[in-house]
């Protein structure tokens, strides 16, 4: 544990956090799906990476609508994955080397095969009829509001048994919870209570800002700005269906449990503006979640005097108890190496785990993946099928992992279920260990970085001028002054600078008074 003048460091303010999307991670019993046994067997190869925690997503029992986002069950576990005696297992082994592991808690939705909801929908006056969202018709038959699910279409659908519509934020088969219900609130509260009692170190929270709605459920604004490139989601501004008021009091019950345990990590997936995401951080006597996901490198564009200012104004609007946190990719949004070339991807893997605060990685990136096209007959994303025209799928940033250039990539012994990457009999993890100028162990290099110099975990940042193109900071804390220069461009660029260079991202000899084309460094 790296500690400080004056105190001990939480695990999660030096650590870093690996997301594993388990169907694609490792398959062990030859069905072309990843699994937890196949997980544990790769544990090895994230010690080695250099990361501190493991994010899992979903792997409790789901009909897989939404690809585990749609759980049926949430104390146990999918038997594609395994069970909960393999999930003890891999938590044993996780903890063994060292590691944290954190599971992924769905709390805005359950699947609609869920014995909640099928108890809710057998009659009105069944005790967990309001464990969901139930509303009458609108006047004229229709929904009662204008709510558009996030996958397209009407968050409402009817329900002809009961007479009445039920609300789904994303798909029909993922009928809303109703968090202002006292039952159906404890009843979440005990399924965090099953897995800390079982040993697990924490939880990304998915869509947290969902889980309460306005009371009286008035229309979304429409969006002034919407335009036909752009979701149905869109279409309207989302004031009454996210990011209520009530919804802060429940993150910090959440956290309040956590807590309770110890050392706990709670990470909150949420989308808003700086002033209204620093909310969810909670105050220094109630908190919130300790991490409220900052997806800006993702959401803004790739250069220099952008994400200087994203860098600015994100560290300005934390509260002074606030800890940051950047995300490079995740199984939703498109690859990094897709998004802004391979070349630059190295520069931004120097970005994320230089900048103050916890980075959260995604398996693959590590390795370069980029763009995988996925042949039409394989697509699996319902948010694909459902806008077809817009090209949003997610199924290109959720390929199997390439582990070896032996049959399907050492990923499994059958055709996965879905395409690999075009380029894995190369770009794989055994070619690139072997490389010492691969992404992989560009990634390696940073990482055991983070760890020898604690001014790049835990320190103070400070943005410093540079010339055009040119992102610019230092990281210090009372042993040292490190800085961080990195070229956003193609084009070499004369910067001056002085010291020792740590790292480059071209793995060759660092050119004083000058950055090469794609060029980051790391300079005592």
């Known amino acids: 544990m790296i500690k400080d003048a004056e105190h001990r460091t939480p695990w999660w303010k030096a650590g870093v956090i690996y997301q594993i999307y388990p169907r694609s991670f490792q398959d062990s019993d030859g069905d072309g799906i990843g699994d937890l046994k196949g997980m544990e067997e790769r544990l090895d190869y994230l010690g080695a990476l250099g990361i501190d925690a493991i994010w899992l997503s979903p792997i409790f029992p789901s009909p897989m609508a939404d690809f585990g986002y749609d759980v049926a069950n949430y104390c146990g576990i999918e038997p594609m994955f395994g069970d909960l005696a393999r999930f003890d297992h891999v938590l044993a082994s996780v903890h063994e ?26 009659a009105r ?7 969901y969202v139930w509303r009458d018709a609108a006047a004229d038959g229709g929904p009662p509001n204008n709510w558009i699910s996030d996958f397209g279409g009407s968050a409402w659908t009817w329900d002809d048994a009961n007479g009445q519509y039920y609300l789904h934020a994303f798909l029909k ?74 919804a802060h009091a429940i993150a910090a019950d959440m956290r309040t449990l956590a807590d309770s345990y110890g050392e706990r990590l709670l990470v909150g997936e949420i989308f808003l503006p ?27 564009s790739w250069d220099a005097r952008t994400l200087a200012r994203v860098i600015a104004d994100y560290e300005a609007s934390l509260p002074a108890h606030g800890w940051p946190n950047w995300v490079l990719g995740s199984h939703d949004a498109p690859r990094i190496a897709a998004r802004i070339g391979e070349a630059q991807a190295r520069v931004a893997a120097m970005l994320l785990l230089t900048l103050r605060g916890t980075p959260t990685l995604y398996q693959g990136d590590e390795l370069g993946i980029g763009r995988v096209d996925i042949p039409p007959g394989q697509m699996r994303d319902p948010q694909h099928f459902r806008q077809p025209g817009l090209d949003i799928g997610r199924d290109r940033s959720r390929t199997p992992m390439p582990w070896n250039g032996s049959a399907h990539a050492g990923f499994s012994a059958v055709a996965p279920w879905l395409p690999l990457n075009t380029d894995w009999r190369t770009r794989n993890v055994a070619a690139q260990e072997k490389d010492p ?16 110099y604690p001014a790049l975990s835990i320190g103070r940042i400070t943005l410093v001028e540079s ?13 040292r002054t ?33 950055l090469y084309p794609d060029e980051g460094l790391v300079i005592a």
């Open 97 to 122: 080397r060292g590691l944290k592991l954190m599971l992924d808690f769905v709390p805005n939705h359950s699947s609609d095969q869920h014995p909640w909801f099928q108890a809710s929908r057998s």
């Open 125 to 131: 006056d069944d005790p967990k009829r309001d464990w």
């Open 173 to 246: 088969e993922q009928p809303d919870l109703n968090w202002r219900n006292p039952g159906l609130r404890a009843a979440m509260m005990d399924v965090l209570r099953f897995w800390l009692d079982r040993g697990v170190d924490g939880f990304r929270i998915d869509v947290l800002w969902h889980i309460v709605k306005a009371a009286d459920f008035p229309d979304n604004p429409p969006n002034p700005d919407w335009t036909a490139d752009q979701t149905e989601r869109d279409r309207v501004l989302q004031r009454h269906s996210t990011d209520q008021p009530e």
């Open 274 to 300: 700086n002033d209204r995401h620093a909310r969810w951080y909670g105050t220094p006597e109630r908190p919130q979640v300790h991490l409220p996901f900052n997806f800006q490198l993702i959401e803004n």
């Open 437 to 452: 100028e691969s992404m992989l162990i560009l990634y390696r290099r940073l990482l055991a970085l983070r760890r020898e």
């Open 467 to 479: 010339p055009d193109g040119v992102l610019a900071y230092e990281r210090h804390d009372e042993a």
């Open 482 to 514: 490190l800085r961080i220069l990195l070229n956003l461009t193609a084009r070499a660029v004369t910067v001056r600078w002085q010291g020792t260079p740590l790292l480059s991202t071209l793995n060759g000899e660092a050119e004083p008074g000058m």
